[in-house]
Every structure is written in C-alpha cells, then in structure tokens.
C-alpha cells in the first residue's frame, strides 16, 4: 500500500511539473479571461447558454489542477505555507460559489480574480509581485516623507496664494490637491502663470517643488523596486541552480525533495528485503 502511494505521488509530481500540463493551466485561466470578457456583451440565450457551461468546465479544470497539485506536494501540512498555494485555493474555492442568490457578486468577483492565477502559474510573474510586496515597507517611508514635503508646500502655498485663486489655494488640504495637479504635470504651468502674474519668482516654488517630487522621489521609488528585484531574480536564479544566494552549499528545494525521494525509496526496498 506504501509503495504504490509513493508511485502515486512521484507520478502526479510528474504531470504537475511537466511542461504540457502548465501551459494547458495557462491556457485555461487565459480561457477563463475571454470568457470573463464574453459576458459582458449582450449575447443571446444560446450564446449565454455556452459560456456558462465553458464556465463550469473551467471551475472542475481548476479543481481538478488544486487536487493534482496538492496530492502531489510531499508534506501536506506544510503545502498551505506557501501564500500563492494559499490564493490559488481561495479563488479555486471561491469560483465554486453558484451564480444565485446572495452570493452572486462575491461569486463573480471571485470568478474575475482567476484571471491573477498566471501570476502564480508563472515564475516571472511571481518575481515581479514577491519583489513589489517586498519593496512597499522602503516606498512606504519615502512616500511619508514626500508627504511632508507635500505639506510643507501646501502651507507655503496657501499663505501666499490663497488670495490670486481660493479655489486651488483656499487651504492646506486644497493646496495639496493642486501640488498633486503640479507633480503629475496636469496644466501644471496654468497654475503657475497665474501666481507668477502676482509674484514673479514664484517659479522657483514650483520648479523646487518639481524637482523633489518628480525627478528625486520618483526616482527613489524606481531604485527601491529595482533593488529589491535584483535580489528576488539572484535568489529564483540561486533556487534553480542549486545554490544559496551567497553561492553556498546546494539547498534547492527540487535538490531536497529529490533526496527525500532516494531516501524513501531505498527504505522501501530495505523493507521488502526485511519482509523476505
């Protein structure tokens, strides 16, 4: 009984990780998007009648695609610490939900999520997320400190324009508002003309202003979330190879489990011998 348990999963480990059986799950959730799509348009009953059961088929793939991967993972406890296993299973379950009664708009909304499962099925993808998850705690002081300059600005600017134009100075949180405008270089310099009709070097309040907000912190965030990019690309590339991020000893996970596989292999066979 053990042992074909072990071939059993040993098999579907296989098919989880062939090449044939990812893309058929990619082309599936991008299946899952068109029909998203489809159904927004007014079609007629036959029509409806087709996507709802492409619909249904889609939601028994994807169970079908969890179950696989789950009996095939080697500790099952340990399955659910990964967060996308977690997310996969969530929208998996969710996409279960039928279409009536109460439930109808969770049930949609979860329906339109399945469309974020490439992201899990796709490594790059998985990069890419884990490296801005990653870097939102560094964006998250540059953004308080932007902030600040924000509200400094927005004093300064409503003490000395408040009285040319109410609307866009008439207080701190309106000023802010219209410095937001100014750093997204929305008719920017309309705002500024007219300032500088009252106060003719008020341009340096706003290139000052420009200068902090659009070239400096815009450009700490992209450091920050190509920095930490790096380091998640180095440690996928460090996982595929064998090795530690530092260049240590091998610890891969695939190079674990397949030591896992050797060893409960071998102790088969030291019980059949035993059993003899």
């Known amino acids: 009984m053990a042992s074909f348990v072990f071939k059993a999963q040993r098999q579907l480990k296989k098919i989880d990780r062939s090449n044939l059986f990812q893309g058929m799950v990619i082309a599936v959730i991008l299946l899952s998007a068109l029909l998203i799509g489809a159904k927004t348009y007014s079609l007629s009953e036959k029509a409806m009648a087709l996507l709802s059961f492409f619909d249904r088929a889609v939601t028994i793939f994807f169970v079908i695609e969890l179950v696989i991967r789950f009996l095939a993972f080697p500790k099952k406890k340990k399955f659910f610490h990964d967060g996308w296993n977690i997310f996969d299973t969530v929208i998996v379950i969710g996409s279960l939900i039928p279409d009536g009664g109460s439930g109808v708009l969770l049930a949609r909304l979860l329906r339109i999520f399945r469309v974020l499962r ?3 099925m796709v490594p790059e993808l998985r990069i890419l997320i884990n490296a801005l ?11 308080l400190l932007m902030f600040v300059i924000f509200y400094i ?3 300064i600017g409503s003490m000395f324009f408040h009285t040319i134009n109410e609307e866009l100075w008439g207080d701190v949180s309106i000023s802010m508002l219209t410095l937001f405008r100014v750093a997204t ?3 920017w310099t ?3 003309y007219e300032t500088m009709a009252i106060h003719p070097t008020s341009w340096i309040y706003y290139l000052s202003f420009i200068f902090l907000t659009a070239f400096v912190f815009l450009n700490m965030m992209v450091g920050t979330v190509l920095e930490v990019m790096s380091q998640e690309h180095e440690r996928y590339r460090a996982e595929q190879h064998g090795e530690t991020a530092d260049g240590g000893e ?3 996970r695939a190079q674990i489990e397949k030591l896992e596989a050797e060893l409960a292999e071998i ?3 030291l019980q059949q011998q035993l059993n003899r």
């Open 118 to 120: 490439l992201v899990s």
């Open 133 to 143: 998850l990653k870097a939102i705690p560094r964006m998250g002081y540059i953004a």
């Open 153 to 155: 600005y927005a004093a």
């Open 185 to 187: 270089f929305e008719d």
């Open 190 to 192: 309309d705002v500024m």
């Open 250 to 252: 091998p610890a891969s």
């Open 267 to 269: 102790k088969l066979l």
